[in-house]
């Protein structure tokens, strides 16, 4: 019988011990407890919660009129008038992102005018008032020439709000109005009070062939651009108040047989309210 050599046998030995123990190393690992994991929470949700608020816009138009208007009446002239009137309206605001919004709005925009010049004229048609002993239908007297313009806008206006800061925004528009009203009166009054005219019997009168006229070729639409600036004061969670400040810009005549415009700085004050 052959004998192996003992230098033979203790490599087998090695190996065989070696293959025992790889089952028992797979069965450890397969029992042992898998370690604990807590998922981190986000600080920020995305995307960030849409916000739409409701707007209501009440303020005060202080207009300029420039150009050249000639109404329906002798030696009249409406040059360069200035005046004030209500604006008031809806808006409804979305915010995009924290520095963008834009915004609808709905504007009813009084941009009446008043025009007055003062003139030392030769009157016909005049007479002293009441207690005066001298009579006279002829006199020289200083006299004073208005044209009122009533001329009122409903306007459409897409806003565009850029926010530098966290509530103070700048704002640029173009604006697309319709005409409501679009009259004018020309009215001449006597600055002397001792006389009155015969016609009426008082210092003013009328010119023109009635007291009321339309202004002719109203431009429709009237277009513009408008710029202005704001800051939201948070009264609550769900409601601001923003005073705001805008120029407005005429693109187009009021006439488009005159060369006549008018130009407007708005001040409002505007309440907004969360949807």
């Not at 929470?41 to 303020?59: F, K, M, T």
């Not at 048609?125 to 009533?150: K, L, Q, Y």
């Amino acid at each position: 019988m052959r004998r192996h050599s003992p230098v033979l046998l203790a490599p087998l030995a090695l190996l065989l011990l070696l293959l025992s123990g790889v089952p028992a190393r797979a069965q450890f690992r397969a029992d042992a407890a898998a370690p604990s994991f807590t998922p981190v929470q986000p600080d920020v949700l995305y995307p960030a919660p849409r916000i739409w608020r409701l707007g209501l816009i009440l303020g005060m138009g202080l207009n300029s009129h420039g150009g050249d208007f000639i109404p329906e009446c002798d030696e009249c002239r409406f040059t360069d008038g200035s005046g004030s009137g209500i604006v008031g309206g809806l808006q409804l605001e979305h915010m995009i992102s924290p520095s963008i919004g834009i915004a609808l709005r709905g504007l009813y925009e009084d941009q009446r005018a008043e025009y007055s010049t003062i003139m030392l004229k030769v009157r016909r048609g005049v007479m002293a008032g009441p207690g005066d002993p001298s009579g006279a239908d002829t006199a020289v007297i200083d006299v004073e020439r208005i044209m009122n313009v009533d001329l009122v806008y409903f306007t459409i206006a897409p806003v565009l709000e850029l926010y530098p800061l966290r509530d103070l925004y700048v704002s640029i528009s173009p604006g697309i109005g319709i005409p409501v009203k679009n009259s004018y009166r020309t009215v001449e009054r006597l600055l002397d009070d001792r006389f009155v005219f015969m016609a009426t019997g008082t210092n003013e009168k009328s010119l023109g062939t009635k007291d009321v006229f339309d202004i002719p070729d109203v431009t429709t639409p009237r277009i513009d651009v408008r710029a202005g600036i704001g800051y939201n004061l948070r009264l609550s969670p769900g409601v601001m108040f923003t005073p705001e400040v805008s120029y407005v810009y005429p693109l187009t005549n009021i006439s488009s047989d005159d060369n006549w415009s008018a130009s407007s700085i708005h001040v409002l004050a505007i309440l907004k309210f969360r949807l």
